[in-house]
T-cell receptor
């Protein structure tokens, strides 16, 4: 099992560009999450999904969109990138039994 | 708003000592609590979780939960330089998780 796979690992964007962060899990978990982590800060929830076709906003959703067409995939879309979106993004999936598994992270810089 | 508060540190302990990490939480309805270790530039990895009052031991790690005081702690016995990392405390209610800002631990050889 690969667990939770995120791509790309690193990306530099110009202000106003758009991109998609990919996240795939092979554990058949219904629950998936996108967090961002700024230096010295905890994890802030951007969006989450409780199953295919169902998504909901977290704490900091502005400037982002998600979709969940399959159980495995949960991409995060950044539209009109802004410097405030410079961060490390983590995708995670949850077994429902106290195990939340994170991907390796995607480091995004917006210049 | 559900919150977890941790002392950001940094906390320094000598090799072989006991490191004690603490957090408090705001939501009495929270069901389980988690300790994650995060090395610099890496993703958080689960050390252990606890959902019952009292102590839970796993090797060199002991988690303690006091629901009356809304307090969670992690003890690391025989601390090793490889334990140097940021430790994140988290709670959950159903399928929602919320994280503290982390405590930085340095184990000095």
């Amino acid at each position: 099992n690969a667990g939770v796979t995120q791509t790309p690992k690193f990306r530099i964007l110009k202000i106003g560009q758009s991109m998609t962060l990919q996240c795939t899990q092979d554990m058949n978990h219904n629950y998936m999450y996108w967090y961002r982590q700024d230096p010295g800060m905890g994890l802030k929830l951007i969006y989450y999904s409780v199953g295919a076709g169902i998504t909901d906003k977290g704490e900091v959703p502005n400037g982002y969109n998600v979709s969940r067409s399959t159980t495995e995939d949960f991409p995060l879309r950044l539209e009109l990138a802004a410097p405030s979106q410079t961060s490390v993004y983590f995708c995670a999936s949850y077994s429902g039994a106290n195990v939340l598994t994170f991907g390796a992270g995607s480091r995004l810089t917006v210049l | 708003q559900k919150e977890v508060e941790q002392n950001s540190g940094p906390l320094s302990v000598p090799e072989g000592a006991i490191a004690s990490l603490n957090c408090t939480y705001s939501d009495r309805g929270s069901q389980s609590f988690f300790w994650y270790r995060q090395y610099s530039g890496k993703s958080p990895e689960l050390i252990m979780f606890i959902y019952s009052n009292g102590d839970k031991e796993d090797g060199r790690f002991t988690a303690q939960l006091n629901k009356a005081s809304q307090y969670v702690s992690l003890l690391i016995r025989d601390s090793q330089p490889s334990d140097s990392a940021t430790y994140l405390c988290a709670g959950n209610t159903g399928n929602q998780f919320y994280f503290g800002t982390g405590t930085s631990l340095t184990v000095i050889p």
